[in-house]
């Protein structure tokens, strides 16, 4: 029995060839964000209230109209089948299987209708798009989405470029294994082969306008943390925001997404979710004090996979319920209304 997620980060990293853990572990450059997102949970402290009398703690909580048994969501990551041969399938059973949103990244290895199959009517699926500078590409990618049973479409914006990310580079990881595609952009160039995956460095809000008029899905915007840029979005249409750093992958020395949330929550009033480096319920716990509706994981994820396929996935999801569970008691919350701003302060260190 593993009692941590990072007892399964460990058995990851023994488990996978070098290439797929340094591809999942890693960030750009310098890594100073992976190590920043992290630490900026240490830095914040809780300051617990006692004898509230909650005998039961309630996680439950909706996002976008999606009812979810925690705040706690399956953030997009790409190529799930470098971590296990089911790949996005076990995924999907697992987070179905916890009552929760598996977001499904546009680079995944199953395709979104697969994906949707193997979660059943349990899965609350909602699929993430890098916009393509096709916008015709861009559309039917949505249009798979939708037909997919998607509820959301979580657009990332943080890579107009793609992060410089040396691990890979040292290992020579550029291309998927033999047998393994980005199977949401088969069929889509002019011989039926698989597209390659574009970042866009011209991407702007006139995209953003487009996609908003080009589905009735709500859109999530990705990768925000300007609480000026989340403001502007929602000026555009947009249903939600997830402040996030892409775990450190992308540009580096940004700050800490932890970091980033209370400004952002504070700017908007749809709902904020935020991910990186979440790793413990009282980080959930944190991160609802200080604006968010949800968090999201993602290595997380990907170390449960590898270690034990979808079981492995489940453990994670239930290991994390039951810290976020735990944390609620001994800060006397009874449901995520309870967690207030006054329950968190910041620490040097
Ligand atoms: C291996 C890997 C692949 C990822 N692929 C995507 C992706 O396809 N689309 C996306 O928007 N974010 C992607 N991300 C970023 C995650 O959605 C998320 O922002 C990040 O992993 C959160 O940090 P954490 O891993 O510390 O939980 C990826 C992250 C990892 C680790
Ligand atoms: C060009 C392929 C796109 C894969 C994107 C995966 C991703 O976002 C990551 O962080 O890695």
Redesign the pocket.
Known sequence: MLFSVREFEALARDRLPRYAYD??AGGADDEVTVRA?ERAFARLRLLPRVLRGHAQRDLCTTLFGNEVTMPVVL?????HRLADPQGEQATARAAAKAGTVMIA???STVSIGDIAKAGGADLVLWF?AYIQSDIGITRTLIRRAEDAGCRALVV?VDSPVFGWRERDNRNGFHDLPPGMHCENMRDLTADGGVRDIEMVPGLSWDHIDRVVAMTDLPIVL?GVLHPADALTAVEHGVSGLFV?N??G?QLDTVVAAIDAVADVAAAVDVPVLV????RRGTDVVKALALGARAV?????V?WGLAARGEEGVTEVLELLRAETDRAFAFCGCASVDHVARDLVREVRC
């Open positions: 591809f999942i997102n953030s997009p990551t790409a190529f990244s546009m680079a993430q990332t990705k996030s892409h775990g992958r991910d990186g480096g979440v999201g994981i993602g290595r997380p990907l």
